[in-house]
């Protein structure tokens, strides 16, 4: 598998140099309206693998940060939830 990609990566060079490394294996911030695609991606990912309705994950959220009587959530309580729900977003 090393060598393969290796091959695929180097083309006609004889060796990797760091520009084609950088070139082939950057990471890019994600925009502001990636991010948020990235998130809601995520949510709905987790809402279907434990076969939730957009009204039961939202009190998951609400109860897993203590605000289940408000069902309110703050951007903080919004970002813990994702966290200790384990919805899936690694730089959320």
């Known amino acids: 598998m090393a060598d393969s990609v290796?091959?695929?990566i180097i083309k006609q060079e004889n060796?990797?140099?760091?520009?084609?490394?950088?070139k082939t294996f950057r990471?890019?911030?994600p925009?502001?309206?990636e991010m948020e695609t990235k998130v809601i991606r995520a949510v709905r990912e987790w809402q279907f693998r434990n076969n939730l309705s957009a009204e039961m994950a939202?009190?998951?959220?609400?109860r897993v940060v203590g605000n289940y009587s408000e069902k309110t959530l703050s951007r903080a309580?919004?970002?813990?939830?994702?966290?200790?729900l384990e919805v899936?977003?690694?730089?959320a």
């Open 31 to 33: 925009t502001s309206i």
């Open 77 to 84: 309580q919004f970002h813990r939830a994702l966290i200790t």
């Open 6 to 8: 290796y091959l695929a």
């Open 27 to 29: 990471s890019e911030v």
């Open 58 to 62: 939202f009190d998951s959220f609400c």
């Open 15 to 22: 060796k990797l140099t760091f520009e084609v490394f950088e």
């Open 88 to 91: 899936g977003i690694s730089a």
